[in-house]
């Protein structure tokens, strides 16, 4: 995690107060954060999904990575510092260290959502009420793939 830190510190740093909002839920993105220290939890729709105060967490990864608005709420709990990156494709291709730390906390995450939707599935495969297409629907979001899309420029992005 310290090569991590190292290569963010070139990064500007940002501190936020307890009960301070990262990154909202619904936000246009394009930004990410990577805390270096202090606890944030992440919502969404509300419901609490994460508690995390590991140094090095990125968080506005899969707004930047999807070009789609911000998925959750990151909310400060202790007073935080976190470096912020505002190009992050540059920073990225750039440092293939931190876009492989990043693979891997996305395929963790994954990992994690996908164990737990097998879970669910398995809970209400024999169900023959109302519950019982819940196994449709959480076999399908196991199975689901997202199309891949091409990298869209903004209009002011010098490399058009």
Same mark, same amino acid.
Request: negative net charge; charged residues 20%; contains cysteine.
């Given at each position: /995690?310290?090569?991590? /830190?190292?290569?963010?510190? !070139?990064? @500007? &740093? ?17 930004? &990410? ?11 969404? =729709?509300?419901?609490?999904?994460? %508690? ?9 990864? /899969?707004?930047? &990575?999807?070009?789609?608005? +911000? ?16 190009? @992050? ?5 750039? =440092? ?13 995450? $994954?990992? =994690? #959502?996908?164990?737990? $939707? ?18 449709? +629907? ?5 199975? %689901?793939? @997202?199309? #891949?899309?091409?990298?869209?420029? !903004?209009?002011?992005?010098? !490399?058009?």
């Amino acid at each position: /995690m310290t090569d991590i /830190m190292a290569l963010c510190s !070139r990064l @500007p &740093l940002q501190d936020f107060a307890a009960g301070e909002a990262l990154l909202t839920e619904g936000d246009p993105g394009g930004v &990410l954060f990577i805390l270096k220290e202090g606890s944030v939890v992440v919502t969404k =729709n509300g419901a609490e999904v994460a %508690q995390v105060t590991e140094p090095g967490a990125v968080f506005g990864e /899969m707004s930047v &990575l999807l070009e789609l608005p +911000i998925s959750a709420t990151v909310t400060a709990v202790s007073p935080v510092k976190a470096h912020y990156c505002t190009d @992050p494709f540059d920073f990225f291709a750039g =440092n293939p260290d931190f876009s492989l730390h990043t693979a891997r906390l996305l395929a963790s995450r $994954l990992h =994690n #959502a996908t164990t737990y $939707l097998a879970d669910l599935k398995l809970q209400f495969e024999d169900r023959s009420d109302h519950f019982g297409i819940m196994d449709q +629907i959480l076999g399908a979001m196991v199975e %689901q793939q @997202p199309k #891949a899309r091409p990298r869209q420029r !903004r209009s002011d992005d010098p !490399r058009l």
